[in-house]
Protein backbone atom coordinates (compact mmCIF):
# COMPACT_ATOMS: atom_id res chain seq x y z
CA UNK A 1 0.00 0.00 0.00
CA UNK A 2 1.35 3.34 -1.06
CA UNK A 3 -0.45 5.18 2.00
CA UNK A 4 -0.91 9.09 2.13
CA UNK A 5 0.31 10.50 -1.27
CA UNK A 6 1.21 14.21 -1.73
CA UNK A 7 1.48 15.94 -4.42
CA UNK A 8 3.50 18.04 -5.62
CA UNK A 9 6.35 17.84 -2.90
CA UNK A 10 7.83 21.30 -3.84
CA UNK A 11 6.42 24.50 -5.29
CA UNK A 12 7.41 27.59 -6.26
CA UNK A 13 4.41 30.55 -6.43
CA UNK A 14 4.45 34.04 -6.74
CA UNK A 15 2.01 35.89 -4.69
CA UNK A 16 -1.90 36.13 -5.84
CA UNK A 17 -1.15 32.72 -7.99
CA UNK A 18 -3.78 29.67 -7.17
CA UNK A 19 -3.16 26.25 -6.65
CA UNK A 20 -3.82 23.05 -5.39
CA UNK A 21 -2.12 20.24 -3.52
CA UNK A 22 -2.99 17.13 -4.05
CA UNK A 23 -3.86 14.38 -0.95
CA UNK A 24 -4.72 10.52 -1.76
CA UNK A 25 -4.39 7.81 0.69
CA UNK A 26 -5.30 3.87 0.21
CA UNK A 27 -6.13 2.93 3.25
CA UNK A 28 -10.15 3.71 3.71
CA UNK A 29 -9.99 5.64 6.23
CA UNK A 30 -12.39 8.21 6.67
CA UNK A 31 -10.52 11.18 8.65
CA UNK A 32 -8.25 13.37 6.63
CA UNK A 33 -6.33 16.35 7.58
CA UNK A 34 -4.03 18.97 6.45
CA UNK A 35 -1.41 21.14 8.70
CA UNK A 36 0.96 23.23 8.25
CA UNK A 37 4.63 23.36 9.64
CA UNK A 38 6.72 26.57 10.49
CA UNK A 39 9.74 26.40 11.55
CA UNK A 40 8.79 27.71 15.97
CA UNK A 41 5.42 26.79 15.82
CA UNK A 42 4.69 22.99 14.85
CA UNK A 43 1.73 21.67 13.17
CA UNK A 44 -1.25 23.29 13.02
CA UNK A 45 -4.35 22.22 11.78
CA UNK A 46 -5.73 23.84 8.39
CA UNK A 47 -8.88 22.25 7.71
CA UNK A 48 -10.22 18.14 8.73
CA UNK A 49 -12.59 15.85 7.08
CA UNK A 50 -14.47 12.75 8.63
CA UNK A 51 -15.99 11.49 5.45
CA UNK A 52 -16.81 12.12 2.13
CA UNK A 53 -19.07 15.23 1.61
CA UNK A 54 -18.03 16.45 4.91
CA UNK A 55 -15.01 19.43 5.55
CA UNK A 56 -14.44 21.41 8.86
CA UNK A 57 -12.16 24.19 9.64
CA UNK A 58 -9.08 24.17 12.08
CA UNK A 59 -6.99 26.32 14.04
CA UNK A 60 -5.60 28.20 10.92
CA UNK A 61 -8.49 27.72 7.48
CA UNK A 62 -7.71 31.53 6.37
CA UNK A 63 -6.54 31.38 2.59
CA UNK A 64 -7.50 27.70 1.85
CA UNK A 65 -10.21 25.55 0.50
CA UNK A 66 -10.92 22.01 0.70
CA UNK A 67 -13.16 19.54 -0.56
CA UNK A 68 -13.73 16.10 0.25
CA UNK A 69 -15.90 14.20 -2.89
CA UNK A 70 -14.35 10.55 -2.36
CA UNK A 71 -13.07 8.66 0.49
CA UNK A 72 -9.56 8.76 -0.90
CA UNK A 73 -9.15 12.02 -2.19
CA UNK A 74 -8.89 15.75 0.03
CA UNK A 75 -7.27 18.32 -1.94
CA UNK A 76 -6.29 21.90 -0.57
CA UNK A 77 -6.70 24.71 -2.46
CA UNK A 78 -4.66 27.97 -1.54
CA UNK A 79 -6.73 30.85 -3.27
CA UNK A 80 -4.60 33.69 -3.86
CA UNK A 81 -1.36 32.77 -2.21
CA UNK A 82 0.60 35.13 0.09
CA UNK A 83 4.17 34.90 1.31
CA UNK A 84 2.91 34.31 5.10
CA UNK A 85 1.61 30.88 3.20
CA UNK A 86 5.28 29.85 3.05
CA UNK A 87 5.32 26.53 4.81
CA UNK A 88 5.53 22.74 4.82
CA UNK A 89 2.22 21.21 4.53
CA UNK A 90 1.15 17.50 5.69
CA UNK A 91 -1.78 15.59 4.54
CA UNK A 92 -2.56 12.94 7.67
CA UNK A 93 -5.57 10.73 7.48
CA UNK A 94 -6.35 8.10 10.64
CA UNK A 95 -8.69 5.07 11.25
CA UNK A 96 -12.68 5.57 10.81
CA UNK A 97 -13.95 9.18 11.91
CA UNK A 98 -10.43 10.00 13.66
CA UNK A 99 -12.29 8.93 17.01
CA UNK A 100 -10.52 7.54 20.11
CA UNK A 101 -7.00 7.01 18.50
CA UNK A 102 -3.99 9.27 18.10
CA UNK A 103 -2.34 7.61 15.51
CA UNK A 104 -2.00 9.76 12.16
CA UNK A 105 -0.62 9.09 8.85
CA UNK A 106 1.18 11.56 6.88
CA UNK A 107 2.32 11.84 3.62
CA UNK A 108 5.62 12.80 3.16
CA UNK A 109 4.68 16.65 3.04
CA UNK A 110 4.80 19.38 0.19
CA UNK A 111 7.39 22.36 0.66
CA UNK A 112 5.42 25.67 -0.72
CA UNK A 113 7.73 28.84 -1.11
CA UNK A 114 5.32 31.62 -2.41
CA UNK A 115 7.63 34.88 -3.46
CA UNK B 1 -1.53 30.38 24.02
CA UNK B 2 0.75 27.54 24.97
CA UNK B 3 -1.41 24.77 25.11
CA UNK B 4 1.54 21.80 24.68
CA UNK B 5 5.20 23.12 25.66
CA UNK B 6 8.45 21.04 25.21
CA UNK B 7 11.57 22.48 25.74
CA UNK B 8 12.88 22.76 22.02
CA UNK B 9 16.77 21.96 22.80
CA UNK B 10 18.62 20.65 21.22
CA UNK B 11 19.29 17.78 23.86
CA UNK B 12 23.34 16.71 22.85
CA UNK B 13 23.86 13.36 24.43
CA UNK B 14 26.70 10.88 24.18
CA UNK B 15 26.32 7.20 22.35
CA UNK B 16 24.72 5.12 24.84
CA UNK B 17 23.20 7.26 27.61
CA UNK B 18 20.18 7.86 28.83
CA UNK B 19 17.75 10.61 28.05
CA UNK B 20 14.32 12.19 29.08
CA UNK B 21 12.30 14.78 28.39
CA UNK B 22 9.32 16.20 29.28
CA UNK B 23 6.02 17.64 27.52
CA UNK B 24 3.47 20.12 29.89
CA UNK B 25 -0.26 20.71 28.59
CA UNK B 26 -2.99 22.97 29.65
CA UNK B 27 -6.00 20.90 29.87
CA UNK B 28 -6.42 19.10 32.59
CA UNK B 29 -9.71 17.18 30.81
CA UNK B 30 -7.11 15.76 28.06
CA UNK B 31 -7.62 12.04 27.37
CA UNK B 32 -5.33 10.67 25.41
CA UNK B 33 -1.60 11.51 24.84
CA UNK B 34 1.28 10.34 22.66
CA UNK B 35 5.43 10.97 21.13
CA UNK B 36 5.38 11.41 17.72
CA UNK B 37 9.21 11.23 16.17
CA UNK B 38 10.56 13.47 13.18
CA UNK B 39 13.10 12.84 11.35
CA UNK B 40 15.04 15.99 9.26
CA UNK B 41 12.35 17.16 6.48
CA UNK B 42 10.45 13.88 6.55
CA UNK B 43 6.94 13.44 7.80
CA UNK B 44 6.06 12.79 11.53
CA UNK B 45 5.29 9.36 12.61
CA UNK B 46 3.42 8.11 15.80
CA UNK B 47 6.83 6.48 18.33
CA UNK B 48 4.27 5.33 20.98
CA UNK B 49 0.86 6.10 22.97
CA UNK B 50 1.32 7.09 26.44
CA UNK B 51 -1.05 5.24 29.41
CA UNK B 52 -2.43 6.31 32.72
CA UNK B 53 0.24 3.11 33.51
CA UNK B 54 2.50 4.21 31.50
CA UNK B 55 3.57 2.16 28.50
CA UNK B 56 7.11 0.59 27.36
CA UNK B 57 8.58 -0.03 24.39
CA UNK B 58 11.73 -1.90 24.10
CA UNK B 59 14.08 1.40 25.30
CA UNK B 60 11.83 3.67 25.39
CA UNK B 61 9.29 4.63 28.16
CA UNK B 62 6.57 7.09 28.54
CA UNK B 63 4.76 8.45 31.24
CA UNK B 64 1.80 10.54 32.04
CA UNK B 65 1.64 12.27 35.22
CA UNK B 66 -2.39 13.79 35.58
CA UNK B 67 -1.32 15.62 38.55
CA UNK B 68 1.77 17.74 37.38
CA UNK B 69 0.23 17.70 33.27
CA UNK B 70 2.53 16.61 32.20
CA UNK B 71 4.25 13.31 29.84
CA UNK B 72 7.66 12.08 29.87
CA UNK B 73 10.03 10.21 27.56
CA UNK B 74 12.57 8.04 28.46
CA UNK B 75 15.42 6.93 26.07
CA UNK B 76 17.70 4.08 27.55
CA UNK B 77 21.23 3.26 25.91
CA UNK B 78 20.80 5.97 22.75
CA UNK B 79 21.44 5.16 19.64
CA UNK B 80 22.94 6.89 16.71
CA UNK B 81 19.34 6.44 14.76
CA UNK B 82 17.34 8.10 17.65
CA UNK B 83 18.60 11.13 16.93
CA UNK B 84 15.01 13.07 15.85
CA UNK B 85 12.69 15.55 17.07
CA UNK B 86 10.08 14.44 19.21
CA UNK B 87 6.52 16.11 19.05
CA UNK B 88 4.41 15.39 22.41
CA UNK B 89 1.01 15.11 21.10
CA UNK B 90 -2.18 15.32 23.14
CA UNK B 91 -5.53 15.13 22.32
CA UNK B 92 -7.35 18.71 23.91
CA UNK B 93 -10.91 18.31 22.26
CA UNK B 94 -13.25 17.61 24.56
CA UNK B 95 -14.92 15.06 21.47
CA UNK B 96 -11.75 13.07 21.11
CA UNK B 97 -11.31 13.31 17.62
CA UNK B 98 -8.64 13.49 16.46
CA UNK B 99 -9.07 17.13 15.20
CA UNK B 100 -8.53 17.92 18.63
CA UNK B 101 -4.76 16.40 18.16
CA UNK B 102 -2.66 18.87 19.23
CA UNK B 103 1.15 19.11 18.78
CA UNK B 104 4.23 20.12 20.74
CA UNK B 105 6.87 22.32 18.73
CA UNK B 106 8.80 19.66 19.31
CA UNK B 107 12.54 18.61 21.10
CA UNK B 108 15.58 17.88 18.82
CA UNK B 109 17.64 15.54 20.42
CA UNK B 110 21.16 14.52 18.96
CA UNK B 111 23.08 11.46 20.38
CA UNK B 112 26.58 11.87 19.66
CA UNK B 113 29.23 8.87 18.91
Known amino acids: NAGVTQTPKFQVLKTGQSMTLQCAQD?????MSWYRQDPGMGLRLIHY???????DQGEVPNGYNVSRSTTEDFPLRLLSAAPSQTSVYFC??????????????FGEGSRLTVL | RKEVEQDPGPFNVPEGATVAFNCTYS??????FFWYRQDCRKEPKLLMSVYSSGNEDGRFTAQLNRASQYISLLIRDSKLSDSATYLCVVNLGSGGGADGLTFGKGTHLIIQP
Open chain 1, 92 to 105: ASSYGKGQGTGELF
Open chain 2, 27 to 32: NSASQS
Open chain 1, 27 to 31: MNHEY
Open chain 1, 49 to 55: SVGAGIT
